[in-house]
């Protein structure tokens, strides 16, 4: 059964610091991985989407860069903002769960203080 | 834009009473998803959709039903609601792999 873990829980960095967010999961047999950004008592926005044949996928600030075989996935938040204060989650897709389903790491909760 | 709009933003019921939480899409997608999400907990996957009146159980699907009866609306039901289902239900749908999300609807069962 995959399992997606995220450490820390929770980040605190001044404003202009980088970001790096991770994410492990315990099956390499990925289709793709996802990362969502959930702002307080709201739904999740999806950031990025990297498919398991690519390394790195990148928009804007944000980079997201995947090793399957170490089972890593790492955001990158460059020049954080207070806007970026968020809860971020990763989220595996797996080859041969039914439905495709995603299995969703606990997130890690950034504030940026300015 | 995708658009996924839950009916409800926050919702109290009673122990026992039956319970909708109803989740409609505007982009034709097939596949449409409820989640919940505790904390401590994360987000679990309760059922699935993947076409009109198909319905996969997920991971905690235990007290709950669906209803797909046309593509864009996909319904969450409590039969008999319970105060250990108190939390914040998350509509999704997809498209080539990646999951647009509702608002969230935060119950609670008193």
């Known amino acids: 059964k995959q399992e997606v873990t995220q450490i820390p829980a929770a980040l605190s960095v001044p404003e202009g610091e980088n970001l790096v967010l991770n994410c492990s999961f315990t099956d390499s047999a990925i289709y793709n991985l996802q990362w969502f950004r959930q702002d307080p008592g709201k739904g999740l926005t999806s950031l990025l989407l990297?498919?398991?044949?690519?390394r790195e996928q990148t928009s804007g600030r944000l980079n997201a860069s995947l090793d399957k075989s170490s089972g890593r996935s790492t955001l990158y938040i460059a020049a954080s903002q207070p806007g970026d204060s968020a809860t971020y989650l990763c989220a595996a897709q797996h080859s041969k769960a039914a439905g495709n389903k995603l299995t969703f790491g606990g997130g890690t909760r950034v504030l940026v203080k300015p | 834009d995708v658009k996924v709009t839950q009916s409800s933003r926050y919702l109290v019921k009673r122990t026992g009473e039956k319970v909708f939480l109803e989740c409609v899409q505007d982009m034709d997608h097939e596949n449409m998803f409820w989640y919940r999400q505790d904390p401590g907990l994360g987000l679990r996957l309760i059922y699935f959709s993947y076409d009109v009146k198909m319905k996969e159980k997920g991971d905690i699907p235990e007290g709950y039903s669906v209803s797909r009866e046309k593509k864009e609306r996909f319904s969450l039901i409590l039969e008999s609601a319970s105060t250990n289902q108190t939390s914040m239900y998350l509509c999704?749908?997809?498209?080539?792999?990646?999951?647009?999300f509702g608002a969230g609807t935060r119950l609670s069962v008193l």
């Open positions: 990297i498919q398991s044949s690519q």
């Open positions: 999704a749908s997809r498209e080539q792999n990646i999951q647009y």
